[in-house]
């Protein structure tokens, strides 16, 4: 396994949940870890994503301002804090990794479900 999301569960709207994304194996040398979701009946979409070497994060409009990513490289873990939760955010979460820099993101992990009430 080289990536493991966790740390999902239930809140109310305006809550807040923090989704950890632990690596090993070749997702450790990669070149960023993304955070992507896909909600009932709907594609799977990019939320965000952080290189490991600068911490440069990327974020999609629409979680902006609420979510921010961070990463431990000693701890080989990335973490999507998600604030100001909203019912639209209710998804399963998954991290992955993309090797050479090319936003080729592979190696998902097994996702995390995040469910927010109204």
């Known amino acids: 396994v080289q990536l493991q999301a966790s740390g999902g569960g239930k809140v109310q709207a305006g809550g807040s949940l923090r989704l950890s994304c632990g690596a090993s194996g070749r997702a450790v040398n990669s070149y960023a870890i993304g955070w992507f979701r896909q909600a009932p009946g709907k594609e799977r979409e990019f939320a965000g994503s952080i290189t490991w070497i600068t911490g440069r994060t990327f974020l999609r409009d629409s979680v902006e301002g609420r979510f921010t990513i961070s990463r431990d490289n000693a701890k080989k873990t990335v973490w999507l804090q998600m604030n100001g939760l909203q019912p639209e955010d209710t998804a399963v979460y998954y991290c992955?990794?993309?090797?050479?820099?090319?936003?080729?993101?592979?190696?998902w992990g097994q996702g995390t479900q995040v469910t927010v009430s109204s």
């Open positions: 992955a990794a993309d090797q050479e820099g090319n936003a080729d993101f592979r190696s």
